[in-house]
């Protein structure tokens, strides 16, 4: 057996051969992967650090599969009122959205400025939110005060700022949102009380 070994290479010793571990008489080869492999290994190493800590790691990057799911559940919902949109119909916001979409638009607009961050009036505009009113309290004053204003009083025309469709969103906010929120600091009621 000895004199076959030989045959294998110049090499041939048991220091180069064995790794020094020897259980029972059966001793490990010194027989090590290649650098390649252990390069391959090493970079699938980091790349499962760095995919664990990426999608796992902060769930508030997006990344994680509650945030994916969610936003796909908007992209789809954006794309089915698009389609309806370019079929030529209409899409019907929930209240809710309309509620925000009238928020967004108060600040936007610079009702704020003379009605109050929270619409409860203040030197130059009335109390929004209590519900008197010097101009009509119907759905139909109010879009017309909000599109024409009155100048003559200190309250802009809104009508150049804002879409029809803008205007009834702010006023359905006003209505909705502001009327009985009850804030702070609420300017004393003006006019005449809004009875259903
Ligand atoms: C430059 C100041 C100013 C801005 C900006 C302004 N308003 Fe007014 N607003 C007033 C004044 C002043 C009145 C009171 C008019 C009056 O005496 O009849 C008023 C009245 C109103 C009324 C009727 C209140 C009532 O008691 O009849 C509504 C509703 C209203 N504003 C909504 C808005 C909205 C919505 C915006 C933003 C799109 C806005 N206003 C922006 C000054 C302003």
Redesign the pocket.
Known sequence: MVEENKNIGDNYDDEHMHNGSDSDGIKELNNPAPNWILLVFMLTYGFSLFYAIHYFGYPDNGNDQTSEYKAKIVAAEMDRRQKIQNAGGVVVLTKDEILAAGAK??VQ???I???GTKGEGNN???N?TDN?????CTPE??IA??TEG?PE????P?KTM?TPEQIKN??LY?KDGLVGSNPPNGKAP??VECKP
């Open positions: 638009l108060f607009k610079g009702c400025a003379c009605h130059i505009g009335p929004l008197f009113w010097i101009n009509g004053n109010l005060i909000v009155k009083k200190g309250m802009n809104f804002m702010i006023t006003v003006q006019g």
